[in-house]
C-alpha cells in the first residue's frame, strides 16, 4: 500500500507532484514560498517552545508578533535576495548555505525590528534556536521536493537505463550527480579496481570489485566509464577484462576537454578503437615545435591528404610566416583553403596553390618567390592494390616528384626538405613500397651534394583514420552490418594517431640532420584480426562464428593482396640511436651515390613517359634489389 502511495501511477503523491511539475513558473514560485511561510511560522513557534519547555508559555501572546512579521519579512528577503530563481530539482549544498545566510538576515532584522519599536523580545538564545529552525525546516522542504520531483521526472520519462559506473573517483561521482539529475539514468553501483573503496557507498551506492560487474553483467544496460585520466594502454586493460559481457561501454570525455571547458563530465561517448590502439601519447616539446615552423615560411606537399592536412593544422597553429597548401587536387584544397582561412593567426600568410610536386617550373618558381625556408612532402600514391595496378603513376608521383622537389628546393635555398616515408620501403613486396623506397634513396642522394639544402626522411607505420586505413573501412562495414572483411588472420600492423604523427613530423625537423632517415616509435603491433573483433564489440554487436551462428557481425578472410605483407619493420639492417625526443630515433641506412642514382633515375623518367611498364620494373628492381617483386608477401 504504501509502495502505490508513493510510486504507482494513481497514486496521491504522484499525482500531485505531476501538478505541481504542469503549473506555470510564478505559480510554483508562490507554491514553495507558501511552504516557506508555513516552515518559518512553524519555526518561531519551536524555537519559543523549546526555549520555555512549554508550547504555549504566557509570554507568547506578547510574542504574538514574531508569527506574523517573521513570514512577511522573511519572504521579502528570500524574493530580493533570489532565492526562488534556482530550479528547485537542482538544489544542492550550496542552495543550502545561501539559505543559511538569509535566514540569518532574517532572525537579525527581527531582532533589530523588535529593539526600534520596544517590543517583546523571546530569550536571546532563542534566536539561534529560530535561525536552526527555520534554516533545517526550509532546508529540508527544498530536498524533499527535489527528490520528489526527480521521482516524477523518473516516472514522466519511463524505466532508465540500468547503468554502473566505472571509477570512484571524483570523476564518477560528478558523472552519478549530473545523471541523478538528468533522471534518464539509474545508478546499479560504483566498479572500482581499489579494494580500499570496496564495501563502502557513495550517496547510497555500494561501490564493488570488478568481478561482481561480470556476475550482474544481465542485469546492466550500460557501464559507463568515469577515469578521465586514464592512459591508452589502462583504458585498453579495462575494456578487454569486458569484452566478454556484450553490454556497450561509453566513457567520459578526456581531462583535458573536462577542464578546458570542451566538454562536460556527462557528455558520454562509445570507446572508439582510437581510444586503444598504440601507445600512450608522450606531450611534445613546444621547444621543438616552435623552433622549425614560427617566423618561417612553410610549404607542404599533398596538403590535402590525411596527414598533409593535419601538418598544415598544426603549423597554422606555430604562426608561421606563410603556410603555402600544394595540392593537386581541387577539391581537397578548396575544402582545406576554407577550413584554415578563419584559423589564420593575424602574422601568417595562407597560400592555396593547385598544381603537382612533380612540376619543377611551377615547384621552382613556387619556393623561390615565396622565399620558401621547410617543405614538407607528403604527396604520394599510398593505397597498395591501386598502386601495385598502376605502377607507372605511382613512380611518377612518389619518386620523380621527389626528384623535382629536391632539385628545386636546391636551387631556391630551402633550408629543409622532409619525405614523409613509411614502413612499406623496408623490404619491400609492393610497388609502392618499393617506390617510396626509391624516394627515400633520392633524398639520400641529395643530401650527398654541396647545396646547403638539408634533405631528411621520416619513416613510420600505419596512422589511424588516414585515407586507406582499415579503421575506417571496418568501420563502415560494421555499420552495413558486415561481413568486416581482412586479408589474412595472421596480419599485424603499426599505429598511430594523425595527430601524434603530425606533431612527431614537426618536431622531427628540428632534429633532422641532412642524410638522416628518422623513425618514429610506433608501440606495439596491433593483430588486425584482434582489431577487428575489438570494433565490433566496441559497437554494441557481437561476433558470428562456428562458436556463436546467431552473432551480428561476421569477419571473412579474403587472402592477402597482390603486394601485401603480414608485418611491416621499421628498419632494414641499420642499428637505430636516440634524439633528443624519446619517440623520434636516427637510423643510417645504406644509400646509392649520386653519380650511379641520378643516370638510373633518368632512364626510369624516360620509360615512364614513354608508358614501358616492364622496363620500369626492371628499372625498379636494379634500384631497390631487395624488392621481393614476385616473392612470397607472406613472409614479409
Known sequence: MVKRFFMGPSGYTASSARLLLQLPSFQRKLFLSGLDAIAIVLSVWLSIWLRLSHPFPIELAG?????????????????????????????????????????????????????????????RSSWVLLWLLVTILTGSLRFVLRDLLLFIGRVRRGEALRVVI??????????????????????????????????????????VPPQVLHEQAASVDQVLLAIPSLSRSQRRHIVDAMQSLDVPVLQVPSIVDITSGLARIDALRPIAIEDLLGRDPVLPDPGLLRAGIEGRSVCVTGAGGSI???????????????????????ASLYYLHRELTP?????????????????????????REQAVEV????????????????PLAALANNVCSSRVLCSAAACSGVDLVLLISTDKAVRPTSVMGASKRLAE????????????????????????????SVVPLFRSQIEAGGPVTLTHPEIIRYFMTIPEAAQLLLQSAV??????????DMGEPVRIKALAEQMVRLSGLSLRNAARPDGDIEILCTGLRPGEKLYEELLIDADSEPTAHPLIYRAREQFLPADQLW??????????????????????????????????????
Open 511 to 520: 632534429l633532422a640532420e641532412s642524410g638522416d632517415l628518422l623513425l618514429l
Open 63 to 123: 510574542l504574538a508578533w514574531l508569527l506574523i512579521a517573521a513570514p512577511l519579512l522573511g519572504l521579502s528577503i528570500y524574493a530580493l535576495t533570489a532565492n526562488y530563481r534556482s530550479l528547485t530539482r537542482y538544489t544542492g549544498s550550496l542552495s543550502i548555505y545561501r539559505l543559511a545566510f538569509r535566514n540569518a538576515l532574517l532572525v537579525l532584522s527581527l531582532a533589530m525590528i523588535g529593539l526600534l519599536f520596544r517590543l517583546p523580545l523571546p530569550p
Open 375 to 390: 617543405v614538407f612532402h607528403a604527396a604520394a600514391y599510398k593505397h597498395v592494390p591501386l598502386v601495385e595496378a598502376n
Open 166 to 207: 566505472y571509477g570512484a573517483g571524483s570523476a564518477g561521482v560528478q558523472l552519478a550527480h549530473a545523471l541523478t539529475n538528468s533522471v534518464s539514468h539509474r545508478i546499479s553501483f560504483f566498479v572500482d579496481d581499489s579494494p580500499l573503496l570496496w564495501n563502502r557507498e557513495i550517496n547510497g551506492v555500494p561501490i
Open 308 to 330: 598533409g592536412s593535419e601538418l598544415c593544422r598544426q603549423i597554422l597553429r606555430l604562426s608561421p610566416r606563410l603556410l603555402i597548401l600544394l595540392e593537386r587536387s581541387e
Open 441 to 468: 634513396l633520392v633524398m639520400q642522394a641529395a643530401a650527398q651534394e654541396e647545396s646547403g639544402t638539408r634533405f631528411a626522411m621520416v619513416r613510420f607505420g600505419n596512422v589511424l583514420g588516414s585515407s586507406g
Open 343 to 367: 584559423l589564420l593567426p593575424a602574422s601568417t600568410q595562407l597560400l592555396p596553390v593547385l598544381g603537382s610536386a612533380g612540376d619543377f617550373p611551377l615547384v621552382e618558381a613556387l619556393l
Open 599 to 636: 643516370p638510373q633515375l633518368d632512364a626510369l623518367e624516360r620509360a615512364i613517359a614513354n608508358h614501358d611498364i616492364s622496363l620500369c620494373l626492371d628499372l625498379l628492381t636494379c634500384l631497390v634489389p631487395e624488392w621481393q617483386r614476385d616473392g612470397d608477401a607472406s613472409t614479409g
